[in-house]
């Protein structure tokens, strides 16, 4: 196992020149650093944007374009759903029990807010809402369920609604429609960016205050000096080997990072390398969805033991996450003939085990242990018969006695199925999007937003779809206004 | 920072000759100790206890002797309290997020009888019932609320009740009363243990069984076969400092370890070294708790940047863990005239800052941001004369406009007050008490109970009292059998 690599800062001192000097240095032109950008040009700062790629968009525009947003925004509205900050902020505040109440409660609290802003962007939303269960839609629909708000015991603790809102855009990687305009309005106002350009270094001085970047490109390395604040959003680490190695034994062969070629830590490491204190890099939101279709959620999920041990409609990084706790990571959907169908998820990799007769022949085929998976199905039934899941609580619309035979299992085991990851940890930051040290002291002129800090859940098991575009937009407008030096709200 | 150093396994070929051999070889006797000890020999196998102390009783003689149980013991139903197995699985269930669900639904499920069993071995409990709020009791009463579940969210998805059976021991080491009848169990029983004496490594074969163990006096080291199997119950890493620097970098100077000197981590390096897996290394219990006197819970606490973060009505351990992380770890306690006391909790070294006559002064007399505390205190203050606490949900029995000056503050920071703590990871395990691997494979012959092994809950912001006896008394019974060979229940 190698060790993480972490840049050295450079003193002050050690910079021959200044190749150019800005105001704000945004590292990246993803959605975060776009939306910084944007926030950081319009308080009057002079900005330069870093950014690796040819061009901008990043990971985001390779994404399913899922913002996460509430309180009663426009779609909400149409879609005949009535929702609210305080809802919204006692959902997030259950379930992801933030390291920073108070940066989730003002995303909460502005979030509506937040979704007219990006309307007036230009970022395409449509009043169309989508009632299923699907992990993301190749339509231009915008509405929909992605997380856990209807499942025990969020439901009980917050009104649910469906918060999902899809840039309208075709096919898997709608994100690309949303991330258009955000771009065309850099060009439009004119901040300047630099291209196939990374950042390799920043330039700290003795009292942590960072003032600059070093930048390389194919001909060679310079200085750019950030008179008032670099902020670094250069996506996540999911493809930082060292990291993953680190903070993810569970991680398979198997598993497949969804990331774009230049998600490789720079971030977190860069943060780190001025004192950033990174956190939740235990957090992994690992996909396999057994859904859509929504009917095999009526199906029980078993591990080798032939236990239930979560309740089958949580949102599929939830599943994911309790899975790859199993014993050898080992799980089966189990269908009646009722409710058979097979998994349309085109990227994990289910495979169907086989069809027998009855739960006893089933359970010998799996090699369950003896009467294990006999007495879950019978407990799981008579519950689901009365309405009810003792155990795990599944939602009564998806509780159907499982009786009718022939049955048949497919295996979603983490290690022999496909599960697609998102890392979620990062940089720990503020609501202002400021870096924090071990003891949540902010580094001077420091700010990291978007997959580069610590996502607002700390655990895959309380992400929703939308969590990273919805919070990374977000606290990249407020990074990039309290960088300029301008008040927020 | 040094290593954290792990002990090589033994080869079974390296092991000249076995100075004992017995069924089942038992690590360490404090409470999962004894009763693994205890059914171990009650199922037939011959036992050896092995100590490094040099009598029986470890820490949790030395603890304050609370047992969670529920479920409808008879000491509830003496309180008039009804519980059920299905409300404290609900409530561990939401607020423990537990690795292994089916471990703690046993848990709960066999909690009642457990209760039961503990009586019966002569560990007494009275019929009595503390209806305030404390961190412990130093006289013999029994019950009383020890954690979450009154507060938000946890009181919305399941029926509140009290769950701390304390031993009838007087004083802040009543534990040791629950230990004496179940020690003297061992001796009127006859069930060997050799005192003095440290168990420095595993014997392992290649295929991962755990065969023995190499047992260190001070007149040198030797053997013990184990046929059936090896309980580690040897306590926690409280005073490990290598696993501590390594996972627990926000712990102070000021923290202190609530400890005994055997409580040096030697249980989960030894599960370590066979191949367990360690988990929820970064959890800890932080307690510095503001109560009692109860009425000091009406108050508010507020972080350096005059902004609460936290319910005050929480546990102690949870609100130790918000203080931990807050910007500077800096928190204070903000009080009115009304509801103004001094903490009791003798270790805590709670200050007082000083008194105000407005809260514009007080705001800047701790240097806070101009206008955060004043704005905090009337959104407060105005929900709380709505019996209401937007932001946070305290519950309403805590709720009082704070607005009766002169007004006083005690500084509750983590790095200036103290916190005494305890650490909750440990061997990842099954609900009979095996060792599991990266994968959740049982290691064979290996069991790793009580607070050598990681905790029901993962972190401190889940933690009541009695969750280290209760769970740590009830998996030692279950590993103590299945190591026997018999059949639980």
């Given at each position: 196992m190698s060790e993480v690599q972490i840049p050295a800062t450079v003193a002050p001192d050690a910079v021959d020149a200044w190749e150019h000097e800005v105001d704000v240095v945004i590292v990246g032109q993803g959605v975060a650093g776009t939306c910084a950008a944007l926030e950081a040009h319009r308080a009057g700062a002079e900005v330069l944007?870093?950014?690796r790629a040819s061009g901008?968009?990043?990971?985001?525009?390779?994404?399913?374009?899922?913002?996460?947003?509430?309180?009663?925004?426009?779609?909400?509205?149409?879609?005949?759903?009535?929702?609210?900050?305080?809802?919204?902020?006692?959902?997030?505040?259950?379930?992801?029990?933030?390291?920073?109440?108070?940066?989730?409660?003002?995303?909460?609290?502005?979030?509506?807010?937040?979704?007219?802003?990006?309307e007036e962007q230009g970022v395409p939303f449509e009043r169309t809402y989508f009632p299923g269960k699907a992990v993301y839609l190749l339509d231009t629909t915008c509405l929909m369920w992605t997380g856990n708000e209807k499942t025990w015991p969020y439901r009980e603790v917050a009104k649910p609604a469906p918060r999902g809102h899809k840039v309208a855009g075709q096919g898997?990687?709608?994100?690309?429609?949303?991330?258009?305009?955000?771009?065309?309005?850099?060009?439009?106002?004119a901040i300047p960016a630099i291209y196939d350009s990374a950042v390799?270094?920043?330039?700290?001085?003795?009292?942590?205050?960072?003032?600059?970047?070093?930048?390389?490109?194919?001909?060679?390395?310079?200085?750019?000096?950030?008179?008032?604040?670099?902020?670094?959003?250069?996506?996540?680490?999911?493809?930082?080997?060292?990291?993953?190695?680190?903070?993810?034994?569970?991680?398979?062969?198997?598993?497949?990072?969804?990331?774009i070629p230049s998600n490789d830590g720079a971030g977190v490491r860069l943060g780190m390398s001025a004192g950033g204190y990174a956190v939740s890099m235990d957090g992994l939101i690992p996909t396999g969805s057994i859904y859509p279709p929504g009917q095999l959620i009526n199906g029980i999920i078993v591990n080798r033991n032939g236990e239930r041990f979560v309740a089958e409609d949580v949102y599929h990084?939830?599943?994911?996450?309790?899975?790859?706790?199993?014993?050898?990571?080992?799980?089966?959907?189990?269908?009646?003939?009722?409710?058979?169908?097979?998994?349309?998820?085109?990227?994990?990799?289910?495979?169907?085990?086989?069809?027998?007769?009855?739960?006893?022949?089933?359970?010998?085929?799996?090699?369950?242990?003896?009467?294990?998976?006999?007495?879950?199905?019978?407990?799981?039934?008579e519950d689901a018969a009365k309405g009810e899941?003792?155990?795990?609580?599944?939602?009564?619309?998806?509780?159907?006695?499982?009786?009718?035979?022939?049955y048949a299992a497919f295996d979603i085991s983490f290690d022999k199925s496909t599960y697609l990851f998102i890392t979620l940890g990062g940089i720990k930051t503020d609501e202002q999007g400021r870096a924090l040290d071990l003891r949540s002291n902010a580094i001077p002129g420091l700010y990291v937003v978007g997959a580069s800090a610590a996502h607002i859940p700390r655990t895959g098991k309380a992400y929703a779809s939308g969590l990273s575009l919805g919070p990374g937009s977000y606290f990249g407008r407020r990074a990039g206004r309290h960088a300029a030096g301008a008040n927020w709200g």
């Open positions: 944007i870093v950014e901008g968009g990043g990971a985001s525009a390779m994404s399913s374009g899922i913002f996460y947003l509430g309180g009663g925004t426009a779609v909400q509205d149409a879609a005949g759903y009535e929702d609210s900050a305080e809802d919204m902020a006692r959902f997030l505040m259950a379930s992801c029990d933030p390291l920073d109440p108070n940066a989730t409660l003002a995303f909460c609290r502005d979030s509506k807010d937040h979704f007219d802003w990006l898997e990687n709608a994100g690309s429609e949303g991330m258009k305009p955000l771009l065309q309005r850099c060009i439009d106002e390799i270094a920043l330039v700290q001085d003795a009292d942590r205050r960072v003032m600059g970047v070093q930048v390389k490109q194919s001909t060679g390395t310079f200085f750019v000096k950030a008179r008032r604040g670099v902020v670094i959003a250069c996506g996540s680490h999911n493809l930082c080997k060292e990291l993953l190695d680190e903070h993810l034994p569970l991680l398979t062969e198997t598993s497949e990072p969804l990331a990084g939830r599943l994911g996450n309790f899975v790859m706790e199993q014993p050898g990571q080992t799980a089966y959907l189990i269908l009646d003939s009722e409710v058979f169908a097979y998994p349309e998820n085109p990227f994990a990799k289910h495979q169907l085990v086989d069809g027998w007769e009855t739960v006893g022949e089933m359970e010998a085929g799996l090699n369950l242990p003896t009467g294990s998976l006999v007495r879950t199905m019978a407990e799981y039934s899941d003792r155990r795990f609580h599944k939602h009564p619309d998806w509780l159907k006695p499982l009786t009718a035979g022939p």
